[in-house]
């Protein structure tokens, strides 16, 4: 844990959390920052920092991550929380406990990680939402499990590699087409809309997300289709701040998947785009205050985590390219399929910049197999 430069006027407690104390940074404020990684980019941004404890299954150690907020910021700051929360909302909420909160409430961010209350709303309002059950189906092709809480599409696989009565689990149909997302602000009575993003997954690793790109063009209809469900599901749900709607286009209907209730990997790529900082929205749509208009996107922009192919070490003194983020400090060990950063272009077109994050993350593996950081590779 470092020693605070200036008092700070946010707390920032995620999994990974570089993206939002950069953002906080952009709208003028003075981030403290916990997450399981501490980069050396999230130490620049940050006022102060700590990394957190991690169990072997990347959940929080709870009582050393209370502990870690209670010496980082005192109970007057806010906090604002993103990933690694999904599995443990009742530690959200005791961290939140006594402390002014910039986000969706506890309660009603525990509610939209239900996968029973989520499909009965999704056929409460009449939107498509693949079908969903608790209990594993008899005949498992074209059924998918994903673990209850899980973020992230690594936990995702298919409903018969799970075993029968693992109450984690719930099953649902597996349904064609691009994933696609609507970011969005929230007050807890209204919405509005940012930006259509398209999603996709790493390289061989199933269902893990790797990377966004926007704006995303759809069909009108499919667009006012997944504004209606968000602006719907958010509201119903009393979703706070910076949000997303994740779903699937099919080439005709828009399928609702989930609310992700705090914000999410796509802030960076948005902030790219439009030169605002999201996490100052996100504060001002907590407190009440909509912007009366979306900030346009002035350009498009991408994003992609960089997995390493094998184990590695993270050479001492590397020389980070501009375009990366997440950057992992020297010496730190990453296991097969971690993340090692995060690389980010603009272009003109989405298409473009989904082509230059996909170039760049080669660049980058490639430098780093010329600076030895693989177990195979002996720097040049």
Known sequence: M?????????????????AMARSARRGGLRPAVIDAFADLDTRVAAVAWAKAPLRSDWRFEPAALLALARGLAPPSVPLVYGSGFERD??????????????????TAFAR????????????????????????????????????????????????AEVPVGTEEWYFQRQVPGIAVSLLLLCDGRGVVPLAITRQWTAPGRGFRFSGVSLPEDLPDAASEALRVAAATLAVHFGVRGFASLDALFDGEHIWVLEL???????????????GASMLALHRRAVEGILPRQAPEPRRAAASEIVFVPEDCVMPDGFRWPRWAGDRTPGGTAIARNGPVATVVATASEASVARREVCRRRELLLARLRAAGAFATEQPT
Not at 112 to 140: I, K, N, Q, V, Y
Request: proline share 13%.
């Open 260 to 274: 992700n209730a705090r914000p999410t990997a796509s802030l960076e790529a948005l902030e790219l785009a439009t």
């Open 89 to 106: 909302p009742e530690l959200l909420a005791a961290l939140a406990e006594g402390r002014p909160l910039i986000g969706t409430p506890p």
């Open 2 to 18: 470092s020693a605070a430069r200036e008092p700070p006027d946010l707390l920032i407690c995620a999994l990974s959390a570089r």
């Open 112 to 159: 939209t990680l239900d996968p029973s209350l989520f499909a009965e709303a999704c056929h409460r309002f009449g939107l498509r939402h693949p079908e969903t059950r608790a209990d594993p189906p008899s005949h498992p092709a074209g059924w998918l499990a994903k673990r209850r809480g899980g973020a992230g599409g690594g936990h995702v696989r298919p409903a």
